[in-house]
């Protein structure tokens, strides 16, 4: 229908393709707990590990099959899902999955983003917010934004403020050591740079009313028709 609202991103695949991508991602978030795509990908795996955290608190016999059907791995992810990660969640109301932007991993400038579960080994605000933290000093007070921050990352993480406090003191003496100053590397390369394009000449950018590459004209006399060069000479 004209003008309707999309209901979910097509991803410029058919239906099954889109699927397997979905399971795949889906699939690899339960077992690194965090993942990182393009920003178009990771809003749509974000709605399927919303509904699979929801299965997993359920724990019936039905919503285990149903689990089984998603997964690419169902034979490891399933006891983990129904085990550690709807312990982890059974306090929490919603909200499993956290989507944070990031500079494009790729040359193509692709929307980049990082899909994480919450609370877990890998949370990356959690990380920051420590990071934040060992930067300030001890007699410093903390500004209300940080403040909110600290309560988000440790509301409903079981022995969230020892696990916040620990992680700082880790994050001070890796500063203290240099660990800290790391580089980040160069973007992926997606587009391969064959030798002719690399050998390709361009033209030289210059001003409207110049010549680019100036063409150097041959001043010597040219040849009389029926006599070679060489007698010329």
């Known amino acids: 229908m004209a003008g309707g609202h999309m209901k979910y991103r097509h991803l410029s695949r058919s239906s099954s393709h889109r699927q397997a991508l979905l399971r795949n991602l889906v699939t690899s978030l339960f077992k690194h707990e965090s993942i990182a795509t393009t920003w178009h990908k990771a809003k749509e795996a974000q709605r399927m590990a919303e509904k699979l955290v929801t299965l997993g608190k359920k724990n ?55 899909l994480e579960l919450v609370d877990g080994p890998r949370d990356l605000r959690f990380a920051m917010t420590a990071k934040t933290l060992a930067r300030i000093p001890a007699n410093c007070q903390l500004n209300e934004k940080t403040a909110e921050n600290i309560k988000k990352v440790t509301r409903f993480r079981e022995d969230g403020i020892d696990d916040l406090r620990n992680m700082v003191e880790k994050m001070r ?16 390369k997606v587009y391969p740079e064959e030798k002719m394009k690399r050998e390709m000449h361009y033209y030289e950018e210059v001003d409207n009313y110049r010549v680019p590459n100036p063409v150097f004209k041959d001043t010597r006399t040219p040849a009389k028709k029926g006599k070679s060069l060489s007698s010329i000479q």
């Open 60 to 114: 019936t016999e039905a919503t285990r099959r149903r689990a089984h059907q998603i997964f690419f791995e169902p034979n490891q992810m399933v006891p983990k899902l129904f085990g550690p990660i709807r312990e982890r969640y059974a306090s929490r109301p919603g909200g499993y999955t956290r989507i944070l932007r990031i500079e494009p991993l790729k040359e193509d400038q692709a929307e980049s983003a990082i």
């Open 173 to 188: 003496l890796n500063r203290e050591k240099g660990i800290d100053e790391r580089v980040l590397p160069p973007p992926r």
